[in-house]
């Protein structure tokens, strides 16, 4: 075990940013009413998630993992030794496969995930520093904009990792400077893997956030325990449905609640009443979902060259590797 910890060290730099809720009462004074996605993960929203990526309908996680099965080890030659990092690492899941591929190509090698929660971070260090004995870990407990100003000095090139079309969560204009942060912060000749969700038949995309056994229900309505119980507040998510759907004209699913009667909701801690009408909704998420010769056009575009794309053979899903 001491052995181990002598390979695993942890930076917390969870900022308060999230804490202050002035995004919560911007969304929700917003018109129409939003909020945003990440107040979904507490712990219970964490566990809805992963339910949700074993769920038949949703068929991302499954078909991401499959390219990487079949492409790691292509990976890992072409980009050559490099230590791993990964945004939103959550259970590493997946970056097992690369881990498996880049074991094989090299010796030691650092893995440096960033994750909001430590309790995660840390529980995932111990499983795969038990696995992987050339691996050391620097986990970054924080969110990602903080994150990339920490990452620890690189003595080999990097491969940064953003998986499972968590970018398809961010707004155009999100997307834009977070790509403009990705690409401040990495050293030319280091890399960029990124898995997005593609454009395909509205049927598929719509089932995927309507599940027969309402996981992904759940999930949505899990967003106001959370706020209740972060901001003191009274919504009775008895009071709400889940409505998801595909928006043709932006590319994108929608998640919303929707108010099923006329009520006003108090979140004590913030200060604010919120008045909501029979059928007013509130935008909990979108999931854009891409064009892979736009979004390779925009890589290029931001200074992030698009070397390869690997897809599945239904087109469904794409890992796309930068260089910058
Ligand atoms: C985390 N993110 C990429 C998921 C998605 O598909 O946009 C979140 C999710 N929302 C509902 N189901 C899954």
């Keep these: 075990c001491d052995q181990k910890i002598s390979r695993y060290c942890c930076d917390n730099i969870q900022t308060k940013v999230h804490d202050s809720g002035l995004d ?16 979904f993960y507490d712990q219970r929203g964490s566990e809805l998630f992963e339910q949700i990526c074993g769920l038949p309908e949703y068929y991302p ?23 791993l990092v990964e945004l939103g690492s959550g259970s590493s899941r997946k970056t097992r496969i690369l881990l498996d591929a ?13 994750d909001v929660s430590t309790t995660m971070l840390q529980a995932t260090a111990l ?5 992987y004995p ?19 000095p690189a003595f080999q090139q990097r ?18 400077i977070f790509l403009q942060q990705i690409q401040q912060n990495l050293t030319p000749g280091d890399y960029f893997l990124l898995g997005v969700d593609l454009q395909k038949d509205v049927n598929i995309l719509s089932s995927a956030y309507n599940d027969n056994q309402r996981i992904t229900a759940e999930f949505n309505l899990n967003i106001l325990h959370h706020l209740n119980h972060k901001f003191n507040g009274n919504f009775n998510p008895e009071n709400f449905q889940h409505w998801a759907f595909y928006n043709q004209e932006l590319n994108q699913i929608e998640m919303h609640l929707i108010s ?19 059928q007013e909704t509130i935008r909990t998420e979108i999931s854009r979902k891409f064009d892979i010769r736009l979004l ?15 897809q599945d053979e239904r087109g469904w899903f794409a890992l796309v590797l930068c260089q910058k």
């Excluded at 499954?62 to 230590?83: F, P, S």
């Design 134 to 152: 050339q691996l050391s870990i620097h986990a970054l407990a924080g969110v990602y904009e903080i994150a990339l100003h920490h990452l620890p």
């Design 296 to 310: 390779t056009k925009q890589l290029n575009h931001c200074g992030l060259p698009v070397q390869r794309v690997w």
């Design 102 to 114: 880049y074991t094989q190509l090299q010796g030691k090698f650092t893995y440096i995930p960033i």
């Design 24 to 39: 919560v009462v911007r969304g929700l004074s917003h018109d129409p009413k939003t909020l945003p996605s990440y107040y």
């Design 159 to 176: 491969l940064l990792i953003f998986l499972g079309s968590t970018i398809g969560n961010l707004s155009p204009q999100e997307e834009a």
């Design 61 to 83: 996680t499954r078909t991401e993992q499959g390219i990487l099965a079949k492409y790691a080890q292509e990976i890992a030659d072409l980009t050559g030794n490099c230590d």
């Design 260 to 278: 099923l009667e006329n009520q006003a909701i108090k979140l004590f801690d913030l200060g604010l009443e919120v008045i909501l009408m029979a």
């Design 127 to 131: 499983d795969l520093l038990a696995d």
